[in-house]
């Protein structure tokens, strides 16, 4: 079983929290393990332990930046199962710090077309990369099964102070899924979507939801207003808000996921959408090792 790091509770200090009557915690899940960030460890848990018992090998996919791919080469390497990467696009030359992170782990990486990555899911697409392969235990694309929603679930009986709002950040909707199935109905959960205009993202959830549970929640809302300009997108706004942040609190963000939920969170706060009193805690889900990435290829200053 993988191994895991305490996530503390910490307690966010600052004036606009005083003005407005809120209680921020931050649920620090970065820290679950170096390699293997909060979200990532807890949806990898229970898979990694399926993939044991199927065929020792393990095939999923990503982007070339994807915390996914980097957490599922370094539970590979760790738990000692063969991990084969499919990732999206052409093969960077050298390759990416993440790729390279991946492969020096041990993971086969794989690269396909963009049209290619877009049917990756259908029946004969699986086939063919069986054919290729040989036998493998398939992990879909951000890790977002229902092992995956069984591992974040877990993170729930791991808060121990009473709350009104959880709050994380969203790409596939795997881990508010299994946030929600841990709630169990109860409180109030906010996903912060870091894509632009995936309006389906609420589908997703309820999908993944039924698909664990035959149960869809409705204690949750997904806010599709913090994404900055799209994945891996970024303003002068939202670097000023990480590097004030980072600077109160001492807590490293990352500009694809956290950094926007928590700027979100603050904008949410001056805006009076929190009542007085309320108690909001905010997964931090890691995504750290993506910082090198987002500074080399896309230009996100050095904070
Ligand atoms: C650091 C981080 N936070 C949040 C998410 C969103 O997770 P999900 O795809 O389960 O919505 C991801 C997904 O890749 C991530 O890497």
């Not at 169990?184 to 997703?204: H, I, M, P, Q, V």
Request: glycine share 10%.
């Amino acid at each position: 079983m993988l191994k895991a790091g305490d996530t503390p509770l910490q307690k966010i200090t600052d004036s606009i929290l005083k003005q407005h009557g809120v209680n921020l915690w931050v649920k620090r899940e970065d820290m679950i393990h170096p390699l293997m960030s909060g979200n990532k460890w807890r949806k990898l848990k229970y898979n990694l332990e399926a993939a044991k018992q199927k065929c020792q090998t393990i095939l999923t996919f990503g982007g070339a930046f994807s915390n996914h791919i980097y957490a599922t080469a370094a539970a590979g390497k760790e738990e000692g199962i063969k991990t084969i990467g499919v990732i999206r696009g052409d093969k960077p030359q050298p390759l990416n710090s993440t790729l390279q992170f991946a492969q020096d782990c041990g993971m086969q990486l794989h690269f396909i077309s963009r049209s290619q990555y877009r049917d990756k899911n259908l029946v004969q697409n699986i086939k063919a990369l069986k054919k290729q392969f040989g036998d493998f235990y398939l992990v879909s694309e951000g890790g977002s099964n229902s092992l995956a929603l069984k591992g974040c679930a877990e993170i729930i009986k791991d808060i121990d102070i009473n709350f009104d709002y959880l709050c994380t950040s969203c790409g596939t909707g795997g881990t508010l899924a299994g946030l929600l199935v841990g709630l169990t109905g109860k409180k109030r959960a906010l996903g912060f979507s870091a894509l632009k205009g995936f309006t389906n993202l609420e589908k997703n959830i309820d999908q993944l939801t039924f698909e664990y549970n035959q149960t869809k929640y409705h204690n949750y809302q997904v806010i599709h207003d913090y994404h900055f300009g799209g994945y891996a997108k970024f303003t002068q706004d939202l670097v000023d808000f990480m590097k004030k942040f980072q600077l109160q609190n001492e807590i490293l963000l990352d500009p694809i996921y956290t950094g926007k939920m928590f700027l979100g969170i603050y904008d949410l706060i001056s805006n009076g959408f929190f009542p007085q009193n309320s108690t909001v805690v905010a997964l931090h889900t890691g995504g750290l090792q993506g910082i090198e990435g987002m500074i080399k290829y896309r230009g996100f200053p050095r904070i």
